[in-house]
T-cell receptor
Framework: AQSVTQLGSHVSVSEGALVLLRCNYS??????LFWYVQYPNQGLQLLLK??????LVKGINGFEAEFKKSETSFHLTKPSAHMSDAAEYFC???????????FGSGTRLSIRP | DTAVSQTPKYLVTQMGNDKSIKCEQN?????MYWYKQDSKKFLKIMFS???????INETVPNRFSPKSPDKAHLNLHINSLELGDSAVYFC????????????FGPGTRLTVT
């Protein structure tokens, strides 16, 4: 069965610092992986998606994620945090045979001035 | 043009009442979903329809009844509302089940008093 674990329910970084949000997945077959962002009082918005084409995936707003099969990880990074990045971030996994996406528990990102 | 829209955005009601939430997508997608997000931001899938057919029915009280009159609409009716039903309910759609990214509506914040 597929599952997703996000390490750290809350991450706080200074403006301009590196953002690293951790995600590990469990899947019996090659998965599709997603990162979504939820700004306050809004729905979820897709940041990026891994579909096995390339291990380094670039998304919107300067975010990127690297798929590492040996570590079963799909961590999200951004070189320089901006105040507007403050939001809740969700990692998610899906398999070809599944009819749904499994979401992680979310990581709240705070940006310090 | 809003891709996935929900009405109402806020719903405040008393225990025991019956209420409905409506969802519409103009993306031409075949699959629609209902999620419940609790106060800790945990996202739980409730139902999914593909081409108007119910394909996911998670462990949800039978007080919740979805209805899909056509591929562009998915409504959620809740009978005999309870305090524990208070949450944000999100509608989402995707091109097809499983591997495809989902597009979320803005959410309906339900408060049961």
């Amino acid at each position: 069965a597929q599952s997703v674990t996000q390490l750290g329910s809350h991450v706080s970084v200074s403006e301009g610092a590196l953002v690293l949000l951790r995600c590990n997945y469990s899947s019996s077959v090659p998965p599709y992986l997603f990162w979504y962002v939820q700004y306050p009082n809004q729905g979820l918005q897709l940041l990026l998606k891994y579909t096995s084409a390339a291990t380094l995936v670039k998304g919107i707003n300067g975010f990127e994620a690297e798929f590492k099969k040996s570590e079963t990880s799909f961590h999200l990074t951004k070189p320089s945090a901006h105040m507007s990045d403050a939001a809740e971030y969700f990692c998610a996994v899906s398999e070809y045979s599944a009819s749904k996406i499994i979401f992680g528990s979310g990581t709240r990102l705070s940006i310090r001035p | 043009d809003t891709a996935v829209s929900q009405t109402p955005k806020y719903l405040v009601t008393q225990m025991g009442n019956d209420k409905s939430i409506k969802c519409e997508q103009n993306l031409g997608h075949d699959t629609m979903y209902w999620y419940k997000q609790d106060s800790k931001k945990f996202l739980k899938i409730m139902f999914s329809y593909n081409n108007k057919e119910l394909i996911i029915n998670e462990t949800v009280p039978n007080r919740f009844s979805p209805k899909s009159p056509d591929k562009a609409h998915l409504n959620l009716h809740i009978n005999s509302l309870e305090l524990g039903d208070s949450a944000v309910y999100f509608c989402a759609s995707s091109q097809a089940p499983g591997l495809y990214e989902q597009y979320f509506g803005p959410g309906t914040r339900l408060t049961v008093t």
